[in-house]
Structure formats: structure tokens, C-alpha cells
């Protein structure tokens, strides 16, 4: 397993916060999710067999976010 934290632009509330949670948690391989409004974070757990960090990265600035950096840990 392997955990990113994005760091992201664009939030203005906490519903922004879910949205990006509820994109991401739909893909395959990811196994947790949690989204900071507060932090402008995000931090993926998932496997990179299944998905990969730039996949991930694309989901969240579909809606008109942006990832401004990355961090990564494990897998």
C-alpha cells in the first residue's frame, strides 16, 4: 500500500472537501480517503498495483481543482 497527501487549490468549503473525498474513494484500488478543507490536503491510501498517483491526481482536478504538490510514503 502506498499513502500521497495532495495538497490542493481551489477548495472554498467543506462541501469542496467531499466532493474530492467522493471522486477519489470511487477508484479502484484506493482504500481510504480523507480531505481537509482547513489544510487544503488530501492523503490517499491505495494500492499502486491497482491505481496510480497521477491517476489519482487527475480525478481530484477534474472538477476544476488543482494539485499544487505531492508527498508520498510506502509502496
Known amino acids: ?11 472554498h468549503c467543506g462541501g469542496c472537501a467531499e466532493t474530492i473525498k ?5 477508484q479502484p484500488g484506493v482504500q481510504a480517503v480523507s480531505v481537509s478543507f482547513d489544510e487544503s490536503r488530501a492523503r490517499i491510501l491505495y494500492d499502486p498495483n491497482t491505481t496510480r498517483e497521477d491517476q489519482l491526481v487527475s480525478v481530484v482536478q ?11 510514503e510506502g509502496g
Do not use: A, Y
Open 22 to 26: 467522493s471522486l477519489v474513494e470511487k
Open 62 to 72: 477534474q472538477p476544476g481543482f488543482r494539485v499544487v504538490g505531492r508527498d508520498s
Open 1 to 11: 500500500m502506498k499513502t500521497d497527501t495532495l495538497k490542493i487549490e481551489g477548495m
